[in-house]
Nanobody, 124 residues
Framework: QVQLVESGGGLVQAGGSLRLSCAAS????????MAWFRQAPGKEREFVAA????????SYADSVKGRFTISRDNAKNTVYLQMNSLKPEDTAVYYC?????????????????WGQGTQVTVSS
């Protein structure tokens, strides 16, 4: 059974930082592209960042480029999202997703497995 468990969310002031973690089990992690998506109240789920199975290739939404960094530790079956210079518009539930393929997609429909989400709230 595949499980993705996110952690690290919370309340932070604008300009602050958070690091999200997503621990995977029940899946061949090295062969999975991983991604972070987020969903704010009343909005559709949107792509945030993705990383290939090897970790060599990454992609970011324009809204987070230069502020967020996605990384992975294949020895720990964990993917991270370092979020700096947070803004109130970053407030959302953040979801980790896994795709059993070496390369990522920006489309949430391409991902087979999802975590339960972790709330990030940025106050102004």
């Amino acid at each position: 059974q595949v499980q993705l468990v996110e952690s690290g969310g919370g309340l932070v002031q604008a300009g602050g930082s958070l690091r999200l973690s997503c621990a995977a089990s029940g899946v061949d992690f090295n062969r999975c592209a991983m991604a972070w998506f987020r969903q704010a109240p009343g909005k559709e789920r949107e792509f945030v960042a993705a990383i290939s199975g090897t970790g060599i290739s990454t992609s970011y939404a324009d809204s987070v480029k230069g502020r967020f960094t996605i990384s992975r530790d294949n020895a720990k079956n964990t993917v991270y999202l370092q979020m700096n210079s947070l803004k109130p518009e970053d407030t959302a539930v953040y979801y980790c997703a896994a795709r059993p393929a070496s390369f990522y997609s920006l489309d949430p429909k391409a991902y087979d497995y999802w975590g339960q989400g972790t709330q990030v709230t940025v106050s102004s």
